[in-house]
């Protein structure tokens, strides 16, 4: 008995590990989408119980729409760059919240590093 509990201890600190640092690199990817896109807003989704590498959705929210097109494909290309994926299973979605804090200028290089080493940036 005292072994299942330590396993699910164990299983509750690595979802909760993977739900963080998804957080992360969205928060991250939210903030250069603001700075190329003319203060472009993105929310990400998920279904409940999915995959934490994962978003099912996501929607780009911006006054000119004419840069909208234009950041959902930077952000369909970045996405799986960073090692997210992008699932749609057509059923109930939750957004994916992200911290208030503002990504650092070298979260921003670490992560247009990787864009651009993918082919995205």
Do not use: W
Not at 20 to 30: C, N, P, Q, S, T
Not at 60 to 75: E, K, L, N, Q, Y
Not at 88 to 107: G, K, Q, Y
């Amino acid at each position: 008995m005292i072994m299942k509990k330590i396993k699910i201890r164990e299983l509750k600190e690595e979802d909760r590990l993977a739900i963080e640092m998804r957080a992360d690199k969205l928060r991250v990817l939210y903030d250069i989408v603001k700075d190329r896109f003319d203060g472009a807003h993105v929310s990400f989704e998920q279904h409940a119980g999915s995959d934490r590498n994962s978003v099912s959705s996501f929607i780009v929210m911006r006054v000119d729409s004419s840069v909208i097109p234009s950041a959902r494909t930077f952000i369909e290309a970045a996405l799986p760059a960073i090692g997210i994926s992008i699932i749609c299973e057509r059923r109930d979605v939750f957004e994916i919240m992200l911290r208030d804090e503002a990504a650092s200028a070298d979260e921003k290089a670490e992560m247009l590093r990787v864009l651009k080493e993918a082919g995205c940036a």
